[in-house]
């Protein structure tokens, strides 16, 4: 079966930076598209940054400049590298993919999130 398992989540400070990392393992023959999502109580799970199969990314206006998505298709791993962190970043992180597991056949699968909170 496939599993993301995601790490890196945690309670900074303003100005503080995080890494979060979200490993795809299971029989994965490749990968269309990985990225972040967040989502905080009572809003809509938003998308953060996407990287896909052709290496192009794309980002939500509030982290422009300050995060960076990175892969790395060896691992079946992606990165979100988070700087300059905001009190209005804080939320639940979920690791999303678009995988092909077979000939002809996709499925989207998701984390189980990572917290992440940033004090003013």
């Known amino acids: 079966q496939v599993q993301l398992v995601e790490s890196g989540g945690g309670l900074v400070q303003a100005g503080g930076s995080l890494r979060l990392s979200c490993a795809a393992s299971g029989n994965i023959f490749s990968i269309n598209a990985m990225g972040w999502y967040r989502q905080v109580p009572g809003k809509q799970r938003e998308l953060v940054a996407v990287?896909?199969?052709?290496?192009?990314?794309n980002y939500a206006d509030p982290v422009k400049g300050r995060f960076t998505i990175a892969r790395d298709n060896g691992k079946n791993t992606v990165y979100l590298q988070m700087n300059k962190l905001k009190p209005e970043d804080t939320g639940v992180y979920y690791c999303n993919a678009d995988l092909r597991i077979g000939l002809g056949f996709s499925n989207v699968y998701w984390g189980q999130g990572t917290q992440v909170a940033v004090s003013s």
């Open positions: 990287v896909t199969s052709g290496g192009s990314t």
